[in-house]
């Protein structure tokens, strides 16, 4: 199973940017699904990104597109989120997910609401306005 660690959490104000790290170890074999989410308090957890590590494929939740990069440093086993033009409503704990999977379809298809085995323990961001 994939350890994951998450940083880069933060409080900026509107506008602002941060970028988020999530250092995995424990891989076996080159093909995962690895994701970003969110949650916000009082809210369901919603999925922002993916990027399926062999070929990096990236997929985006439409509330961030144009806004938020996920990128791979495969030297660094290292998955990341740039995220610019912060909103107040992107202020949640911010996860970072992987899983096996075996094709870019599947994680294309299935990345917001797949069961990951692996979680990392989350950072904050916190947007103001």
């Known amino acids: 199973q994939v350890q994951l660690v998450e940083s880069g959490g933060g409080s900026v104000p509107a506008g602002g940017s941060l970028r988020l790290s999530c250092a995995a170890s424990?891989?076996?074999?080159?093909?995962?699904?690895m994701a970003w989410f969110r949650q916000a308090p009082g809210k369901e957890r919603e999925g922002v990104a993916a990027l399926y590590t062999s070929g990096g494929s990236t997929y985006y939740a439409d509330s961030v597109k144009g806004r938020f990069t996920i990128s791979q440093d495969n030297a660094k086993n290292t998955l990341y989120l740039q995220m610019n033009s912060l909103k107040p409503e992107d202020t949640a704990m911010y996860y970072c997910a992987a899983d096996r999977m075996w094709t870019t379809t599947r994680c294309a298809a299935s990345w917001s609401s797949y069961g990951y085995g692996s979680w990392g323990q989350g950072t904050q961001v916190t947007v103001s306005s």
């Open positions: 424990g891989y076996t074999g080159s093909r995962y699904c």
